[in-house]
């Protein structure tokens, strides 16, 4: 398997051409592969299958025949048959990709768990949830929200790369609410020891505090405007919650996000961490 393998399940809706087109321009920056997948659900009638799969595939190469001829080489089609979330998991544990590309299906008033939230949780790799209405190609500003958590470093090294690969600007911001001084000090601390890491890196980089009320609901709400103010082209997160005392865009932050993004969402998902 070659590097930067990029996965990208489809359902041809808007938003997943989106994430595929968006896969293109990284593919050509990295020198990647493209795997363009496509589910047909276990709903389907197994009397109509080969006529299904045969539609779908040919849907599958129209979207890769839009590429020119050099870059087709890299892109690889494949049908599947079954369980929407199941399948994708199994494809994506047997390709070990560097990224997964996808379009989001999270509606803001739908409280049911979508495909895409449901995915967050069992995929191993940084999965790009293009999630509102960007469709600019390429990744100028970087937004990265930093809490007092160990995993933070994670989304650290994954902006680099890909600021890296882009050019991108990156601004480090922290939702807070508190007005306790010694919290205070320690984000401050935290967020100047990331930017440190960038300005070493000699890639762009801007510092804010976002002052905000407290909830969740609230921090998102004030990342996700921020990244529209400055039209921002990702935010990067972490997805998953270690403790009651590490809330800050993980878990539920993660969900709200996601449902109420206008740009890419970039989910880490922490790896262990040795409690030292």
């Known amino acids: ?15 997943a051409n989106i994430a595929y087109r968006q896969s293109i321009n990284f593919a050509e920056r990295t020198n990647g592969d493209v795997y363009l997948l496509h589910v047909i659900p276990q709903k389907a009638k197994q009397e109509n299958l080969d006529l299904e799969i045969d539609a779908m595939h040919n849907q599958v190469l129209n979207l890769v025949d839009d590429c020119d001829a050099n870059l087709r080489r890299r892109i ?5 048959y079954g369980p929407v979330n199941s399948t994708i998991v ?13 379009g989001s299906d999270a509606a803001r008033n739908d409280h049911n768990r979508s495909i895409t939230l449901k995915l967050i949780d069992k995929i191993s790799c940084p999965m790009v949830v293009f999630a509102g209405r ?34 991108s600007k990156v601004y480090v911001v922290s939702a807070n609410s508190s007005s306790d001084e010694a919290t205070l000090q320690q984000l401050n601390k935290r967020i100047a020891d990331v930017k440190a890491i960038f300005d070493k ?20 709400n004030a990342v ?47 790896k262990e961490l040795n409690n030292k």
Do not use: W
Request: glycine letters at 2%.
């Open 76 to 80: 690889h089609t494949r049908i599947e």
């Open 90 to 102: 199994k494809v994506e544990k047997e390709l070990k990709p560097d990224f997964m590309f996808i």
């Open 201 to 220: 890196l000699k890639i762009e980089c801007e510092t804010r505090i976002l002052k905000t009320e407290q909830g969740t609901e609230s921090m998102a």
């Open 134 to 167: 960007f469709d600019k190609v390429g990744c100028e500003k970087i937004v990265l929200p930093v809490d007092l958590t160990k995993e933070t470093k994670q989304k650290v090294d994954l902006t680099q790369k890909i600021a890296r690969i882009y050019g």
């Open 1 to 15: 398997m070659s590097k930067n393998v990029i996965l990208v399940p489809t359902n041809f809706s808007s938003r």
């Open 224 to 270: 996700n405007d921020f990244a529209d103010d400055i039209e921002a082209s990702a935010v990067v997160i972490m997805t998953r919650q270690e403790t009651k005392l590490q809330k800050f865009f993980v878990g539920s932050m993660a969900t709200k996000l996601i449902k109420k993004a206008n740009v890419p969402i970039v989910c880490v998902s922490p």
